[in-house]
T-cell receptor
Framework: DTGVSQDPRHKITKRGQNVTFRCDPI?????LYWYRQTLGQGPEFLTYFQNEAQLEKSRLLSDRFSAERPKGSFSTLEIQRTEQGDSAMYLC?????????????FGEGSRLTVL | AQSVTQLDSQVPVFEEAPVELRCNYS??????LFWYVQYPNQGLQLLLKYLSGSTLVKGINGFEAEFNKSQTSFHLRKPSVHISDTAEYFC?????????????FGGGTRVLVKP
């Protein structure tokens, strides 16, 4: 049973560039979540998908952020025109519908550094 | 909306000593409660959860937590820590009956176990 995988693990970019992160959830999980974690803080919810439908987006997800899950399997999180404030760890998690108890399975995260 | 407060940002503790990590939450609805652990360079891992029933919950690696509804607390304890318990610990809540498993996290408590 493979866990949640994220790619790349680390990304360094210059301000103004676009970046994209990929998340592959646990295969039988139909829910997928994106969180952001800044230094010294707990993870903050960004958005979640059930299958290919994006069901909720946080106010933290500005217009420069877009997430997709086109076939209900892997997901991408794109940040356009990156700013230094976007530097953070982006966490992906998955769960299975019907297990509405809040238990999420997290990947190791993608760390973004914007210079 | 929910909020979670972890009262200690860092807890240094000697090996084989007990440790308690404090967590208080605020919510207008009933919630499920969780503790997640993040070891260095790893993803978040579920330590234990309270869904219903007995207010004393046992988790992995000898940790336990007690739910106190009147004090809206969910403190985590271990009677004797090991060097390997050095990690960051996050308390989180998820509302009953909400679609999806959106978690709200506290700011984390970094535990440093000293020999």
């Amino acid at each position: 049973d493979t866990g949640v995988s994220q790619d790349p693990r680390h990304k360094i970019t210059k301000r103004g560039q676009n970046v994209t992160f990929r998340c592959d959830p646990i295969s039988e999980h139909n829910r997928l979540y994106w969180y952001r974690q800044t230094l010294g803080q707990g993870p903050e919810f960004l958005t979640y998908f059930q299958n290919e439908a994006q069901l909720e987006k946080s106010r933290l997800l500005s217009d420069r952020f877009s997430a997709e899950r086109p076939k209900g399997s892997f997901s991408t999180l794109e940040i356009q025109r990156t700013e230094q404030g976007d530097s953070a760890m982006y966490l992906c998690a998955s769960s299975r519908r019907g297990q509405d108890t809040g238990e999420l399975f997290f990947g190791e995260g993608s760390r973004l550094t914007v210079l | 909306a929910q909020s979670v407060t972890q009262l200690d940002s860092q807890v240094p503790v000697f090996e084989e000593a007990p440790v308690e990590l404090r967590c208080n939450y605020s919510s207008s609805v009933s919630v499920y409660l969780f503790w997640y652990v993040q070891y260095p360079n790893q993803g978040l891992q579920l330590l234990l959860k309270y869904l219903s029933g007995s207010t004393l919950v046992k988790g992995i690696n000898g940790f336990e937590a007690e739910f106190n509804k009147s004090q809206t607390s969910f403190h985590l304890r271990k009677p004797s820590v090991h060097i390997s318990d050095t990690a960051e610990y996050f308390c989180a809540v998820s509302p009953f009956g909400a679609a999806g498993n959106k978690l709200t996290f506290g700011g984390g408590t970094r535990v440093l176990v000293k020999p």
